[in-house]
């Protein structure tokens, strides 16, 4: 007689299918005929009864399903025969049975006698050809030497079933084939499991449940999933991660793999889009310096259109508004997939007025690649202009002019990886990217020779490096560690104003004012400690380390020290939006609080 059980499962959006054959029905049967004659059948009362069970004369564990009946005492006598043979005594047998109807309810009792264990003697791993037999083996809780647990082996096939899965085989079956009762002292089982591997599905289409703008193709690529190609290393959560990081979703769900009749799959991907618009504002206030005055309000604006025509496109235009009598404009536009192709690129225009001093405008391109595993490798092409206004043409005390009218053309190489869990509030993961850029500058200006003023060219090349990193490490239940830093370094011989990097305020170095510190190198390094309290927000406190190095030039003094910064703040998730508020200060100023309000409005 044979004991057959067989499931259709679903597991990470895939069917899975398996069977498990045990050959062991015959010896239940067997016990069971002996707990049928006598007084077995004595009984046709239908109460209901406490039923018991002694095994070699102790109380034995009896997890029945169901409460028998008087009258059902030969299906109860199986039940409590199938209990213990499933710890391993395949030669249990039932001596005999008592019934008390004196009691209320009526109690039962049967006596066992469970006979020597039989274990595990050898497994046999027929039809894997594309894994690895003994891996599987090692890896499987069922093990010569132990008992035959159903439940163990199931484990040990969801298991194995992932394995092939993560290979690519979706298709794969797994059942025992057989299952022997070898003689011995004592005796043992030999088991005997097949596997089908069947084979890797092609990927018909792409679906998504929910969204209207977005391509399916744009879709594909982002998942990195090519239709009509085997399906090989599907990984869900890695394709809701990519999808994720786009920032176009709002909620990604979990992708559900579906097998067509014609071995076929269809990948499906429940989501929810972003607004196809989204306005962040970001409004900053500045104590006023040395305690007199009023304060300053400092801000700026970001708009940005996303996911344009559904194929991923981006473009965006920022007004910057930091303290003093500057201002900035940010325009950018970039396209993921060129020609459906892994290629981006981006295109851009800087441009920045400080006061009456100067003007400078740059254009910008950006090429990559795209990767394998989150990897973005991409190269840079920049152009900057640099005009001098009436204060910047003016000499000073060494005769020379303060801005030079300058063009400077950069090339560069850098790479970018980002593994998080999520975009908005990751919980863990990476992000690190850097950018190298090498170039060469062409300066003409006014000099001061004796009582003649002359122009002079000069050329100067110049080297400029940015890096910036983060790590999330999950610590507690709903807590996370960020742990991250970012540098930026300008090497060359000679420094103009307009050449220095803006560092310190909401995004750079917390604490301080915006765009405070104008240097050629400054490092930060951040930690915060973060509360969670759903998806997109968590409250968190901070501390900046930032450092930052000058030598002197035409209009500035030498500067080199340790600025450190902290405080605390909080982002909320809202149907209009996210928003964001931070105060923070820094040791040499703690009465000044820099608070920083941002908010974040889909259109």
């Known amino acids: 007689m044979f004991l057959s ?3 259709l499962r ?4 895939v069917l899975r299918r398996w069977a498990v054959v045990f050959i062991i029905g015959g010896l239940v049967a067997m016990g069971g005929s002996r707990a049928a004659h006598g007084q077995v059948d004595s009984t046709d009362r239908a109460l209901p009864a406490a039923w018991s069970l002694i095994a070699d004369g102790r109380a034995a ?3 029945s399903e169901r409460a028998w009946s008087l009258d059902s005492l030969r299906s109860a006598a199986l039940d409590a025969l199938a209990a213990i043979q499933r710890e391993g005594y395949y030669f249990a047998r039932i001596d005999s049975h008592h019934v008390d109807t004196s009691r209320t309810p009526p109690e039962a009792r049967f006596f066992v006698t469970r006979g020597p264990s039989v274990p595990i003697g050898r497994i046999r791993l027929d039809g894997a050809a ?3 037999s003994l891996d599987l083996l090692t890896r499987m809780q069922t093990r010569p030497g132990r008992t035959l647990d159903p439940d163990r082996l199931e484990d040990d096939f969801e298991e194995i079933l992932a394995q092939y899965e993560e290979a690519g085989f979706l298709l794969t079956q797994i059942q025992v084939l057989d299952i022997a009762l070898m003689p ?11 596997i089908d591997e069947g084979g890797a599905p092609t990927l018909r289409r792409v679906e998504m449940t929910g969204a209207k703008r977005t391509k399916m193709s744009y879709l594909a690529r982002v998942a990195e999933l090519r239709p009509g190609s085997p399906l090989a290393g599907y990984d869900p959560i890695a394709i809701q991660q990519r999808l994720e990081a786009t920032g176009f979703f709002r909620d990604v769900g979990t992708p559900e793999l579906l097998i067509e009749g014609d071995s076929g799959a269809v990948v499906r991907i429940p989501a929810t889009e972003e607004a196809p618009g989204a306005f962040d504002l970001v409004l900053g206030y500045l104590p006023a310096a040395d305690g007199g005055g009023g304060g ?7 708009l940005v259109f996303r996911n344009l025509f559904g194929g991923g ?3 965006s235009l920022k007004l910057n508004r930091p303290p003093g009598q500057v201002s900035s404009i940010d325009v950018r536009a970039a396209d993921p997939f060129i020609l459906g192709l892994p290629l981006s690129i981006e295109g851009r225009f800087e441009g920045l007025q400080q006061d009456s001093t100067y003007a400078k405008r740059g254009y910008g391109l950006e090429v990559g690649y795209r990767l394998i595993g989150g990897l973005y490798i991409f190269s840079t092409f920049n152009r900057e202009v640099t005009r001098p206004g009436l204060a910047g043409v003016m000499l000073d005390t060494g005769g020379r002019q303060l801005v030079p009218l300058a063009t400077a053309f950069f090339a560069g190489l850098g790479v970018r990886l980002q593994r998080v869990d999520r975009r908005i509030n990751p919980r863990r993961g990476f992000f690190i990217e850097t950018n190298f850029e090498q170039g060469r500058k062409n300066r003409s200006a006014l000099r001061r020779v004796e009582q003649d003023t002359t122009r002079e060219s000069t050329s100067l090349r110049q080297d400029r490096l940015r890096v910036q990193a983060r790590l999330y490490l999950p610590t507690f239940r709903r807590q996370v560690f960020v742990l991250g830093g970012e540098a930026w370094l300008l090497r060359s011989n000679e420094f103009d104003v307009s050449d220095l990097f803006r560092f310190g305020g909401a995004t750079s170095l917390r604490g301080y004012d915006e765009e405070e510190f104008r240097v050629p190198f400054a490092t930060r390094l951040l930690v915060e400690y973060r509360y969670q309290l759903d998806r997109t927000s968590y409250g968190f406190a901070f501390f900046d380390l930032g450092y930052v190095e000058r030598s002197k030039t035409i209009d500035l003094e030498s500067l080199r020290g340790f600025y450190p910064g902290y405080g605390l703040g909080f982002q909320v998730g809202t149907d209009l939006g996210l928003i964001n508020l931070s105060l923070a200060a820094n040791p040499d100023d703690a009465t000044g609080v820099r608070a920083h309000l941002g908010l974040s409005i889909g259109l």
Do not use: C, M, Y
């Open 5 to 7: 059980l067989t499931s």
């Open 10 to 13: 679903k597991k990470k959006g």
């Open 61 to 63: 564990d009896w997890p």
């Open 130 to 132: 594309a894994l690895d």
């Open 184 to 194: 011995g002292d004592p005796p043992r089982l030999d088991l005997t499991i097949r």
């Open 296 to 302: 300053s309000l400092v801000g700026n604006g970001h």
């Open 313 to 315: 496109r981006q473009f």
